[in-house]
C-alpha cells in the first residue's frame, strides 16, 4: 500500500547504498586480513627503500637501458613500488578502513576489532554483542553499514 492508497510510506533516514553481495564479502576479507595488509605496504616500501637480495640484475635495470650502462636502482625500485598495481590496490583498501573506523563510534569500532581481529576463528554476534552491550542484530546491522561504508570509500573500478 502506497501513501496514495492512504497507507504511510516507510522511510528510513539512514540511505543505504546497494553493495553487491560479492563485494559484501570482499570488504569483509579486506577487514580480516587489514593487519596484513598493512605489513604488506610497509614491507614493500623498506624493500624499495634499503634494497632486496630478491632483486636480479635484470629486475635492476630500467625497460629500455642496456644493463652495462649505469642504472638508477633506487629509481628503478622506486617507480616499482608506484607502479605495482596490488599494493595500490592494498593502500585504497587500508585507506578506506581507515578512514571509516575514524569516523565511527568506539562501540562500533569495537565490533570490528572484536569481530575480524581479536580471534583467530569468528567470534559469534551472541559473543560480539555481549563485549559490546549492544543487542546482536544491532550488532550485525551496524557491521552491514560499516561495509557499506567502506564499500562506498572504494574508486569506482578498484574493487579488485
Same mark, same amino acid.
Given at each position: 500500500?502506497?501513501?496514495?492508497?492512504?497507507?504511510?510510506?516507510?522511510?528510513?533516514?539512514?540511505? *543505504?547504498?546497494?553493495?553487491? $553481495? /560479492?563485494?559484501? *564479502?570482499?570488504?569483509?576479507?579486506?577487514? @580480516?586480513? /587489514?593487519?596484513?595488509? %598493512?605489513? /604488506?605496504?610497509?614491507?614493500? =616500501?623498506?624493500?624499495? %627503500?634499503?634494497? $632486496?637480495?630478491?632483486?636480479?640484475?635484470? =629486475?635492476?635495470? &630500467?625497460?629500455?637501458?642496456?644493463?652495462?650502462?649505469?642504472?638508477? &636502482?633506487?629509481?628503478?625500485?622506486?617507480?616499482?613500488?608506484?607502479?605495482?598495481?596490488?599494493?595500490?590496490?592494498?593502500?585504497?583498501?587500508?585507506?578506506? %578502513? *581507515? @578512514?571509516?573506523?575514524?569516523?565511527? =563510534? $568506539?562501540?562500533?569500532?569495537?565490533?570490528v576489532r572484536v569481530y575480524?581481529?581479536? $580471534?583467530?576463528?569468528?567470534?559469534?554476534?551472541?559473543?560480539?554483542?555481549?563485549?559490546?552491550?549492544?543487542?546482536?542484530?544491532?550488532?550485525?546491522?551496524?557491521?552491514?553499514? %560499516?561495509?557499506?561504508?567502506?564499500?562506498?570509500?572504494?574508486?569506482?573500478?578498484?574493487?579488485?
Amino acid at each position: 500500500m502506497n501513501e496514495a492508497q492512504g497507507g504511510a510510506v516507510l522511510t528510513t533516514d539512514v540511505e *543505504r547504498p546497494y553493495v553487491p $553481495s /560479492y563485494m559484501f *564479502r570482499q570488504v569483509q576479507n579486506w577487514l @580480516e586480513r /587489514y593487519h596484513d595488509m %598493512i605489513r /604488506y605496504i610497509d614491507d614493500a =616500501e623498506q624493500e624499495a %627503500i634499503h634494497g $632486496s637480495t630478491r632483486l636480479g640484475p635484470e =629486475e635492476a635495470t &630500467p625497460p629500455g637501458r642496456s644493463a652495462k650502462l649505469p642504472s638508477d &636502482p633506487t629509481g628503478v625500485r622506486g617507480a616499482r613500488l608506484a607502479d605495482d598495481w596490488e599494493l595500490q590496490q592494498c593502500r585504497l583498501r587500508v585507506r578506506a %578502513i *581507515r @578512514e571509516t573506523l575514524d569516523g565511527l =563510534e $568506539s562501540v562500533k569500532r569495537d565490533i570490528v576489532r572484536v569481530y575480524y581481529w581479536e $580471534s583467530r576463528q569468528r567470534t559469534t554476534w551472541r559473543a560480539v554483542a555481549a563485549i559490546v552491550g549492544a543487542d546482536e542484530r544491532t550488532c550485525r546491522r551496524w557491521r552491514d553499514g %560499516i561495509v557499506r561504508e567502506i564499500a562506498g570509500r572504494m574508486p569506482k573500478g578498484s574493487a579488485g
